[in-house]
């Protein structure tokens, strides 16, 4: 925990380095849903889910909140469990890597970071919301590209109502 946050601090302040000193920087790259990239080693920077920010937002809560919002969109564990590609028990369970999720009374599996984004992602195009999700590779061995940025966009607000015209 304490070195991921010397770490992040770092990829900090080289990205603020480079922006104060007019050094040009790479650009974000964008990356088509279907087609991702490893995400291992990366961390989520930004993200939005139906143009409304995420506090703080990491692979996991976005899966948490996506949850949520197709719970309240299809109502029923079943139907839930049908859009969203990740281990999910009706009730109760904080053993095994999962979290319980009590104002829907689901309990899901933590994922990495290529499982909760491709769950994230999928339950977007299944529910036909909005995703925008930023996120770096940190500097590390096995990351696919260290110390870049890159997007990845689900149903823009122009295409969401496209969908629903």
């Excluded at 010397?6 to 088509?32: M, N, P």
């Excluded at 692979?59 to 719970?71: C, F, G, H, K, Q």
């Excluded at 095994?96 to 195009?125: F, H, K, P």
């Excluded at 925008?132 to 696919?144: S, T």
């Amino acid at each position: 925990m304490v070195i991921n946050r010397a770490l992040d601090a770092i990829e900090r302040l080289a990205v603020d380095r480079a922006s104060d000193e007019g050094h040009a920087t790479k650009a974000e790259r964008q990356f088509d849903p279907r087609t991702l990239p490893s995400l291992t080693h990366t961390k989520v920077l930004s993200a939005c889910i139906e143009e409304e920010a995420i506090a703080r937002p990491n692979w996991n809560r976005l899966l948490d909140e996506i949850l949520r919002r197709a719970m309240k969109r299809v109502g029923s564990f079943e139907m839930l469990r049908r859009l969203c590609p990740v281990n999910l028990v009706e009730g109760r369970k904080e053993d095994e890597g999962y979290s319980y999720l009590s104002d829907i009374n689901v309990s899901v599996q933590g994922q990495d970071a290529n499982g909760a984004c491709r769950a994230v992602l999928t339950a977007a195009q299944g529910l036909a919301i909005s995703v925008d999700i930023g996120f770096m590779w940190r500097l590390k061995e096995g990351a696919a590209y260290p110390g870049e940025t890159a997007r990845v966009q689900v149903g823009s607000r122009s295409a969401v109502r496209a969908a629903a015209a």
